[in-house]
């Protein structure tokens, strides 16, 4: 199941729409992406000062990301950096949030929401994550395990991978592959190849910058060169899309959604020095 190709998305800026959500009417919505065959949507809600709904429960599953102020679920806070995962069909208390939030949004399929009822819940969506301040996860490197070599040559001249990436993961779905992480990439990253992979991999820049030399599919019809993105940009890419080189000049933080366990696929790109170089060279974001 293939999410739709963003290549770059400045959430800020796409439509503000209400009535969008269906069981929750009154909630100011911009949509980032949706998957065709399941439904699944990304998207961020802008809570209003006071906005307000009643308990009920969704027949979707969802991942909650704060990006900025602060809401209550029943008697959770979510303040900005928390996460959690309501599987569908599960209750929730009322929602309220007194002065205002921004909060990213997965669901697995279409938001429906059932203020004032009770529902089951899904067996097939996995466990119930209470609210997670993500501040107080320890940031790993997981992917040392996972991409032994990449097209970057270390300084002894070795196929390797580049160092400067770390990911706090959210949630993993041992039966879907699903996998929701933090991913921060240190200031002045560099990954000189293209990857992809044979998944859905969306991307929602929370803070910094990036750069992504290219962006096409295996057939080279749509491409796209030099891709920057800041705060608020967003990607999504059904699999088989390619993207790099990457760089960053003053780091980035990334909320990451995989449909399956990372597999990576990687090219070499023969001007990725000059493209590299000509955006670190002259973005200034500092
Ligand atoms: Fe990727």
């Known amino acids: 199941m293939a999410m739709q190709r963003v290549d770059r998305l400045d959430v800020t800026s796409s439509e503000l729409k209400d009535n969008f959500l269906p069981g ?3 909630a100011y919505v911009r949509e980032c992406c949706r998957e065709e065959k399941t439904g699944g949507q990304h998207f961020v809600i802008e809570m209003k000062q006071g906005f307000t709904v009643a308990a009920g429960y969704n027949s979707a599953s969802m991942d909650i990301y704060v990006l900025e102020g602060a809401f209550m679920i029943g008697d959770d806070n979510l303040s900005v950096g928390c996460y959690t995962y309501i599987p569908g069909g599960m209750n929730c208390g009322d929602w309220h949030s007194e002065n205002g939030a921004r909060v990213l949004f997965f669901t697995n399929k279409a938001f429906e929401y059932f203020p004032g009822q009770e529902g089951e819940i899904d067996m097939e969506a996995g466990d119930h994550i209470p609210v997670m301040e993500s501040w107080k996860l320890s940031w790993a490197d997981p992917m040392k395990d996972i991409v032994k070599k990449s097209t970057w040559v270390n300084p002894d001249g070795e196929q390797d991978r580049p160092p400067g990436v770390l990911t706090k993961a959210l949630r993993k779905d041992d039966r879907t592959g699903e996998v929701i992480a933090l991913t921060a990439l240190s200031p002045g ?3 000189p190849g ?3 992979h044979p998944h859905n991999e969306c991307l929602y820049l929370i803070s910094g ?3 992504i030399g290219y962006t096409y599919d295996h057939e080279r019809k749509d491409i796209k060169e030099d891709l920057v993105l800041k705060k608020d940009h967003y990607i999504g890419r059904p699999p088989g899309i390619r993207h790099g080189p ?3 000049q003053s780091g980035a933080l990334w909320l ?3 449909s399956d366990m990372y597999t990576g696929l990687y090219t070499d790109v023969a001007d ?3 493209r590299v170089g000509g955006y670190l060279a002259a973005a200034n974001y500092r």
């Open 24 to 26: 929750m009417p009154d």
């Open 189 to 191: 990253f560099i990954d």
């Open 194 to 196: 293209t990857e992809h």
């Open 209 to 211: 910058d990036a750069y």
């Open 246 to 248: 990457v760089c960053t």
């Open 256 to 258: 990451i959604y995989l």
């Open 272 to 274: 990725w020095e000059t």
